[in-house]
């Protein structure tokens, strides 16, 4: 059965830093990952995501330059590091699992996790 767990969400002040934390289980570590949220009463947004190898990574306008994702095969975990936080980040920020070598944002991954709760205060 495959899982993926987050962590590291929680509610911080505009301008601090969170790093995300996606444990996957049950998963071949070669699927390509992502990580995509969704924001109070809009769609759900895909964000950052990496290769299998790390050698491919796509991050969206909205996070560019401010947030690196990054994955350690050994532990099965996928990381995103976010500075610089803006209110607008506000959202629940879910990890996916896509088949295949990469993840792009028409990319339909094939597993979730629940998410965790991301709070960016003015």
């Not at 509610?11 to 995300?20: F, H, K, P, Y």
């Not at 964000?47 to 190898?53: D, E, P, T």
């Not at 994955?71 to 699992?97: F, G, H, I, W």
């Not at 028409?106 to 991301?118: I, L, N």
Request: proline share 5%.
């Amino acid at each position: 059965q495959v899982q993926l767990a987050e962590s590291g969400g929680g509610l911080v002040q505009a301008g601090d830093s969170l790093r995300l934390s996606c444990a996957a289980s049950g998963l071949p570590f070669s699927y390509a990952m992502g990580w995509c949220r969704q924001a109070p009463g809009k769609e759900r947004e895909f964000v950052v995501a990496i290769s299998r190898n790390s050698g491919i990574l796509y991050y969206a306008d909205s996070v560019k330059g401010r947030s690196t994702i990054s994955r350690d095969n050994a532990k099965n975990t996928v990381y995103l590091q976010m500075n610089s936080l803006k209110p607008e980040a506000t959202a629940v920020y879910y990890c996916a699992a896509a088949s295949g070598p990469v993840m792009v944002p028409t990319s339909t991954p094939d597993y979730w996790g629940q998410g965790t709760q991301v709070s960016v205060s003015f």
